[in-house]
Nanobody, 123 residues
């Protein structure tokens, strides 16, 4: 079982960039597909992006395609989410989690959730 800790959230203005990190301890990080999800108040947790174990395949929600980039460093047991051109609709708590398959987009297919990091986009 992985223990995941997200960092990097904060308050930014529309159009700004932010990079989230997720560091894993325990378990076998390099064998796991990983994903980022987000949840805004009153909304369900939604898929943002995912990456396969080697980093060669990535998937994105339509709402972030072209603005967000997911990556990983298996040597450092870390997952990243580079977020550019942020807007108010990106405001949410962002979570990282592990999965068996990177093409999974349902939260039900993910495990070992981190505690989340708050991203607020506001002028």
């Amino acid at each position: 079982q992985l223990r995941l800790v997200e960092t990097g959230g904060g308050l930014v203005q529309p159009g700004d960039s932010l990079k989230l990190s997720c560091v894993a301890s325990g378990g076998t990080f390099r064998n796991s597909a990983m994903g980022w999800f987000r949840q805004a108040p009153g909304n369900e947790r939604e898929f943002v992006a995912s990456i396969n174990w080697s980093g060669t395949m990535t998937y994105y929600a339509d709402s972030v395609q072209g603005r967000f980039t997911i990556s990983r460093d298996n040597a450092k047991r870390a997952l990243f989410l580079q977020m550019d051109s942020l807007n108010a609709e990106d405001t949410a708590v962002y979570y990282c989690a592990a999965a068996n398959f990177a093409f999974d987009r349902s939260p039900d297919e993910y495990r070992d959730w981190g505690q989340g990091t708050q991203v607020t986009v506001s002028s």
